[in-house]
């Protein structure tokens, strides 16, 4: 792991409570051990289970009695309060009482585990609990295993473990937004309505905060020299050694010098070193005299607005946004900075959930182009076939999408994104060998740049997603899990010759399910919600759904099947025919998080 001085404050912990029957002379005493166990166990198949988005394992923290009423409810609230937890997992093998047992913190995720055993019945008290939840309006999940356990059975069964991480994945999500920021480089890009930051947005539904600094700030420190000169030279360094130029595809008479060029190198490197120190801070600033510089805006996540007024004359922020997407730089392997490009914040956020939710590098993209069967053979003569039979979106955009995104690390032989702890130095060189750097294309881009281009593996699980806002309803989340695919080499240079073949592809096919937006490749495009999607390794719909629940965001279109959605209970008090429309009341009903 690298040195990097990446400090967002303390990580949130889960904190554990094990709901008790309070009648002692019996009662109580008999089940004591078993209930207290039932939190050891969830905690230790936590904390091997989950990590951070920086490789730490995540922290459970379990109340110090078993919670048999109100009062051990309060000590528990207090200890979790002092203790820095986000997410609150209550675990019961037996009857307890409900509202005077259960964790009252409406901006805490919460679950309760509900033992499905005989003896001392837990399902009793998920019911009364959660219909406390409910009558409350503090919703909370429940989780209730499918087969019958005997008390005293130590095994988290399957089920229960599957929505046990679902939960506890979304709820630190939640945790770890929360009290962070957003930091707008810059302001509206070409008028994309995503890079219009809306406040209301990020305060009210993550609890994060806005920072804005304009881009004459990356001026002031490339011509005042605030970066850690050292590290620049490194970095430099590093590029020469590892980033290599592809094809000038500009014109005779648009192509830039090649003075031009190695300076263009020089100010994308500063570039980066300058929006990462911007972003989370750097010690080696308050060394140089920029104390007020070192800290940074404790940005979780951050925007480049780019084009036009900094592309206009500087250099692109495609390497600055594509390095510090991925999971490696001249430092190492590291976690990946959230950076959306044109600052498009709802696609930042979109990044941002499927990094907390992966820990893994995620690629920004524009959703550029449905090419259809009839289309590609008209213009290639090609028949497409496979899982591209029906069809393939053409997921591109300069600069951002993490250079992870080629599908040079592998897992079982097959191409994935891996959270970097899990990522070799022979996978780095790989990425950077199956990427070329290239001129950026100055029609578009007057002061230059270099942008990555790359072309996606196949046959990688994925899922693309999206928020958008919408008056007078608020922000909606947009799904659909698919594969990357592959299309001949010859194919895919005429399809890609067509666009802008300086940027990285990748060729994408949401699963389909013949109905509303997943009828055909074709309609999952059409009723995509804005200019860009966010794409993750795997399907993780369902998490996001989870998650999108908790901050009561509802989710307009997915393909994730039935049997895999798990929201709160009350969800279901909305209608349980049609969960879309449920969602969408629920969410309404609840209100963000936050206000
Ligand atoms: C170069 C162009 O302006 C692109 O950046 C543009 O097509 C977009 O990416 C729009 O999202
Ligand atoms: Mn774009």
């Known amino acids: 792991m690298s040195s990097e001085n990446r400090y967002y404050g303390q990580l949130p912990k889960i904190g554990i409570r094990p709901a008790i029957d309070g009648r002692r002379k019996g009662v109580r005493e008999s089940l004591e051990e078993t209930t207290m166990n039932m939190a050891t166990n969830v905690a230790a198949f936590l904390s091997e289970n989950l990590r951070h988005y920086n490789g730490e394992p995540v922290e459970c923290v379990i109340a110090d009695t078993c919670i048999g009423g109100v009062a051990e409810a309060t000590q528990t609230a207090e200890k979790f309060a002092r203790e820095g937890v986000g997410v609150s997992l209550t675990v019961t093998p037996c009857w307890c009482y409900g509202s005077e047992t259960m964790d009252m913190d409406p901006a805490i995720p919460k679950a309760v585990w509900g033992f499905n055993g005989t ?55 939640v945790a770890m937004m929360k009290g962070k920021s957003y930091l707008s480089m810059g302001s509206v890009s070409m008028g994309i309505a995503g890079s219009m930051v809306n406040e209301d947005f990020f305060q009210d539904y993550l609890g994060m905060r806005n920072e804005y600094i304009d881009m004459t700030e990356y001026v002031r420190r490339l011509n005042e020299e605030i970066y850690d000169k050292d590290e620049f030279n490194k970095a430099l360094k590093w590029v020469k050694e590892n980033c290599k130029e592809g094809p ?54 951050a925007g480049f607005q780019g084009q036009r007024q900094w592309t206009d004359h500087f250099p692109n922020g495609d390497f600055m946004e594509a390095i510090l997407n991925s999971s490696f730089d001249w430092n190492g392997i590291r976690a990946p900075y959230m950076v959306a490009t044109e600052n498009d914040s709802l696609n930042g956020v979109t990044m941002l959930f499927g990094h907390l939710l992966t820990n893994a590098a995620q690629l920004f993209a524009d959703v550029r182009t449905y090419w259809s069967p009839d289309a590609v053979k008209r213009v290639t003569g090609h028949t497409l076939s496979g899982k591209a039979e029906q069809g393939i979106i053409h997921l591109i955009n300069s600069g951002p999408a993490a250079l992870d995104g080629a599908g040079e690390q592998t897992k079982d032989g097959k191409p994935v994104m891996k959270p970097f702890w899990e990522v070799t130095d022979e996978e780095v060189n790989k990425s950077l060998d199956a990427t070329l750097w290239r001129p950026a294309s100055t029609e578009y881009f007057r002061g230059g740049g270099w942008s990555s281009d790359f072309l996606t593996k196949g046959n990688m699980p994925v899922t693309i997603a999206r928020i958008n806002l919408i008056k007078g309803l608020g922000p909606v989340l947009q799904i659909a899990e698919g594969y990357t695919v592959d299309v001949p080499e010859e194919v895919h240079e005429k399809l890609d010759n067509r666009t802008d073949p300086t940027w990285p592809t990748t060729w994408f096919v949401p699963n389909t399910t013949g109905e509303g937006a997943f009828r055909d490749v074709y309609t999952v495009m059409n009723s995509w919600g804005a200019n860009h999607c966010a794409m993750s390794y795997g399907h993780i719909g369902a998490d996001l759904i989870t998650l999108a629940s908790m901050l009561r965001i509802p989710v307009n279109m997915h393909n994730v099947s039935d049997e895999k959605l798990f929201r709160p209970s009350t969800w279901g008090m909305f209608g349980t025919k049609d969960p879309e429309g449920a969602d969408y009341r629920a969410c309404q009903n609840f209100g963000p998080l936050y206000r």
């Open 119 to 173: 003896n001392r019945p837990g399902a009793v008290y998920l019911a009364a609990v959660l219909a406390a939840h409910n009558q409350k309006g503090i919703p909370a999940f429940g989780i209730y295993g499918e087969d019958v356990q005997d008390i005293g059975d130590p095994t988290i069964p399957d089920d229960v473990q599957e929505k046990i991480l679902r939960f506890t994945k979304a709820g630190l999500a």
């Open 248 to 301: 000038d595809n500009n014109g005779e008479g648009a192509k830039r010098t090649r003075e031009q060029l190695d300076q263009d190198w020089e100010v994308s490197v500063k570039m980066t070193l300058i929006a990462r120190d911007l972003m989370v801070g750097n010690p080696k600033l308050g060394e140089l005299g920029y104390e007020e510089e070192a800290f940074g805006h404790n940005a979780i996540a």
